[in-house]
């Protein structure tokens, strides 16, 4: 295997347009004859479904759940950030680039996050044009507010409901091509295996997960855009559908996976209360534009946050961090919760907790407006705690959030296996080691918008594709493959549920593969991941049967995937002999704690091929060069 | 805590259901709804026997995934707050709980309590939208929006597609999430060249998808989790009547 990054020569803010001019182009009649498959309807897949219908092309788009409208980009609270500087602050397409590049602490391709800078500008454009309600002055202007570690204020919002609002924008452009015909869609329909045939991405097999039937679909070109993996620590602020049964698949099928270590952990999520918890919940990261984060100075200390003095706390952002105080980026916040918790100094049941406070920002601008700025978050977090974050100081705690790494792509956003595109949150491309606030939906609206109508077209006009049927021999192959995996999870029948079995192996990720890691931990993850995959096969059962709605087949042939993704996790995190980003090794910290990179040995993109069941993966590497932004260390102090 | 919860359990839409009493000794006041039919699935799976299926997917009261009646209130009793969200605080210990799926001709059962909404896609298919193909939008800024009007589209826009209120409609009505959309759109001057077409569109789908007439009685307000106002079936009546009386 090869890694050709493929990024255009020239000055960086030239690259894109140059590429864009060197591409071929597809007849505007001839468009309609090639099938481009898109698994996944969030913002990149959507966008990329709803744009390349426009364009004309035959399109099918894929999503296990009832509706593309229910995709989990709707989860996002926060914003979508743009280099509008529409707020006169000093911002620019170069600093959302620098800022990008340095917050992923130089583990990112400079090319790749310069064009996603350069297209977020005509984002907020095209979103306003579909009618998302942004936030307005009241002269009438776009509203802006600064997010997540950045200095200037480019963050655009729809309340904290952004990104719902941007995937119904995206949503209702994908329904009216359903309704004029260029898009098919297909809910409640999973990916189960990529089909190549001849060295190329021709096809999908999938599940109809009403009638449990399992068909081919043959392509000229398939896009994945199926978000990210951080179900496999089991509790993440993922939806609990999420998974990575499509890139995995893919990767067996030869597409190379990038950076599967890098994960991120989000500061702000309501801690765990009990062992029968399904999922986390993310509190957005704009409560730390005026929430002030502390703990008690005394370790074991039990009084009531109200009655504990001013003089006794521990702001411990705002003492470590002057100049970025409770806004340092994700990474610094979550392992520094997580620091005065191991200290002792945690809060609430467990002591897995830390104080987010609002008391004084209350104080300074009236409770009315601390309503109006984050009032749904203030009642769902009251819905699920049961205490009033306006009279006492919420308690978060950092929790699973987002997945950096993904299928391994090129500039053109296309795998290792030609005529497979990765989108979104599913490649591994734009953030590095840790993505910053507001960035994830801007990345998966300029993949599915503005990149993929381009690189798609000069895939197909420049490849000679023969016509293939669902009879194809690779096909029938893979869907033989898949109906015997079905089988093969259901004829187990041993003593154990699906979910028992991904409790324990979130656990051990959690542990050894989390907020902070050591070689001797993942050592030992590996083996206990081998040995509860082990468990799996043999142990698991699965009631119901194929030919039906079944949910609990649906995830054990994700916990499947994820048993073998978790060993990925943890030899990727153990070759990393360095700490970066969301990737925090023990070993390599400077003496004030704070993540050492290893520039000299670590500076690539690792990509990992898989080698066939139970051989260890090939490791290739991608050199990353920085020719604008010159790596130094992050200080936030 | 303990709850007793009477499930209709349907195998698929061409079976009979009926409805099927569990015990819950194991209930905790801190979890929510789905998280204690989920528990009770573990139970139903180690006995060997089929676990309850309900649609669920988020969990944080926002994709819209999730829904069902409570003791013959969507959603349950908590104003505001979707299955997912809905702590057991809201019951007593002892308490006696009925859960059905959505009930309308429009969302046939598929299995439990999960039901079958793409009648709601097809609507928005029908209009629910801008045609603002991507590339040729104009600066962010160029179009001014006062913030009153972009604060009233985003209070319909908020709606989530779950289908309480027609589950709570008496007469099966699609009109509060219809409405939602074309309120959504027609505040904003960027819905403007569309909003007759769209009006006469969409209601022609809800017809076709046999959803009941509107007789304004109010249920799917009280129900809806996003707290989407009445208003908006105002404003839907009021852009179909001008758009029927101006459009050929």
């Not at chain 2, 994709?63 to 997912?84: D, E, K, Q, W």
Request: with cysteine; hydrophobic share 35%; aromatic share 8%.
């Amino acid at each position: 295997m090869k890694l050709d990054s493929k990024i255009p020569s020239g000055p960086i803010d030239q690259k894109w347009d140059r590429a864009k001019f060197d591409m071929k182009l597809v007849n505007p009649a001839n468009k309609r004859k090639y099938n481009v498959i898109i698994v996944g309807s969030g913002l990149a897949g959507g966008s990329a479904a709803a744009s390349l219908g426009e364009l004309g092309y035959n399109v099918k788009c894929f999503c296990f759940q009832d509706s593309p409208r229910r995709a989990h980009s709707i989860a996002a609270q926060g914003g979508i950030n743009a280099a509008k500087n529409y707020q006169n602050d000093g911002d620019s397409i170069y600093r959302l680039f620098y800022d990008t590049v340095k917050g992923g602490d130089f583990r990112a391709r400079e090319a790749n996050v310069y064009r996603l800078a350069q297209n977020s500008v005509r984002i907020i454009d095209q979103c306003v044009a579909q009618g998302v309600p942004f936030a307005r002055e009241y002269g009438g202007l776009l509203s802006n507010r600064s997010f997540g570690g950045a200095q200037v204020s480019r963050t655009f919002y729809a309340r904290g409901q952004t990104g719902q609002q941007l995937l119904l924008g995206c949503y209702q452009a994908l329904e009216r091509q359903i309704d004029a015909g260029t898009v098919k869609m297909f809910p409640r329909t999973e990916m189960l295996d990529l089909i190549v045939i001849d060295g190329r991405a021709r096809g999908i097999i999938t599940r109809n997960l009403v009638t449990g039937q399992i068909e081919t679909h043959m392509a000229d070109a398939v896009v994945l855009a199926t978000g990210g993996y951080g179900n496999v620590f089991f509790l993440s602020t993922n939806a609990k559908g999420s998974n990575a049964t499509a890139i995995w698949r893919a990767y067996k099928r030869g597409a190379a996976f990038g950076n599967p270590c890098f994960t991120q952990i989000h500061p702000t999520c309501i801690p765990v209360s009990g062992d029968y918890q399904s999922k986390l919940t993310l509190m957005s990261e704009s409560l730390r534009n005026d929430g002030r984060i502390w703990v008690p100075k005394k370790a074991g200390d039990t009084r009531t946050p109200n009655q504990i003095p001013e003089e006794e706390r521990d702001y411990f952002l705002e003492r470590k961090y002057p100049s970025f105080g409770n806004l340092v980026p994700r990474d610094v916040a979550s392992r520094n919760a997580k620091s005065v918790c191991d200290e002792g100094r945690g809060v609430g049941p467990g002591g897995l907790g830390v104080y987010l406070d609002f008391a004084a920002a209350i104080g300074r601008l009236s409770e009315a407006v601390i309503k109006e700025r984050y009032g749904n978050l203030f009642d769902m977090y009251q819905r699920i705690t049961d205490e009033n974050p306006y009279k006492v100081p919420m308690r978060i705690y950092p929790a699973i959030h987002y997945t950096m790494g993904g299928l391994w792509v090129d500039y053109q956003l296309m795998s290792t296996v030609p005529g497979l595109f990765v989108l979104g949150e599913a490649n591994f491309s734009d953030h590095g080691a840790n993505r910053l606030g507001a960035s994830a939906l801007m990345q998966g609206l300029s993949d599915g918008y503005f990149v993929i109508p381009y690189t798609v077209g000069d895939y197909l006009a420049n490849s000679k594709l023969d016509k293939v049927e669902v009879d194809h021999t690779e096909a029938r192959a893979c869907l033989e493959g898949v109906a015997g995996l079905t089988k093969r999870l259901l004829s187990i029948q041993g003593k154990r549920t699906v979910d028992s079995l991904h409790r324990q192996l979130g656990k051990i990720m959690w542990d050894n593969c989390g907020m902070s890691r050591t070689g001797a931990g993942l050592d030992k993850a590996l083996s206990q991941v081998r040995g509860l995959r082990e468990e799996f096969w043999q142990n698991v059962t699965v009631p119901g049967s194929s030919d039906d709605i079944n949910q609990s087949l649906e995830k054990a042939g994700r916990l499947a995937d994820f048993l073998e993704l978790g060993e990925l996790m943890c030899i990727d995190a153990n070759q990393r002999k360095e700490s970066c980003g969301g990737h925090f090794r023990e070993e390599y910290q400077t003496p004030e704690g704070e993540a050492q990179r290893d520039d000299e040995n670590f500076s690539y993109v690792a990509a990992w091929e898989y080698q066939g069941p139970n051989q260890p993966p090939q490791l290739h590497k991608e050199p990353l060069e920085f020719e604008y932004v010159h790596p130094s260390q992050r200080s936030y102090k | 805590m303990r709850l007793i919860l009477h499930i209709w359990r349907q195998k698929n839409g061409s079976s009979p259901g009926r409805m099927v009493r569990y015990e819950m000794d194991d209930a905790n006041e801190d979890m929510s709804m789905l998280e204690c039919l989920d528990v009770l699935n573990e139970h139903l799976i180690l006995k060997g026997e089929e676990p309850v299926t309900f649609e669920h997917d988020c969990r944080e009261g926002i994709c819209g995934s999730c829904g069902f009646m409570i003791n013959g209130l969507a959603h349950g009793p908590s104003r505001a707050t979707t299955v997912c969200q809905l702590t057991l605080r809201n019951f007593k210990d002892g308490d006696i709980l009925y859960l059905e799926p959505w009930r309308a001709k429009a969302f046939p059962v598929l299995k439990d309590l999960m039901v079958d909404r793409t009648a709601f896609d097809r609507i928005i298919a029908a209009g629910g939208y801008i045609s603002a193909d991507t590339g040729g939008a104009p600066d962010g800024n160029a179009i001014l929006i006062g913030k009153d009007a972009a604060d009233s589209s985003m209070d319909a826009a908020a709606c989530i597609g779950c289908g309480a209120c027609v589950a709570a409609c008496p007469n099966a009505a699609a009109a509060l999430f219809t409405g939602a959309k074309v309120s959504h759109l027609g505040l904003l001057p960027q819905g403007q060249p569309e909003r007759d077409r769209r009006a006469l569109r969409m209601v022609a789908q809800v017809g076709e998808e046999r959803f009941g007439s509107c007789t304004n009685i109010g249920e799917c307000e009280a129900v809806c989790p996003k707290e989407i106002k009445l208003d908006v079936i105002a404003r839907l009546n009021r852009d179909f009547r001008s758009a029927s009386l101006t459009s050929r």
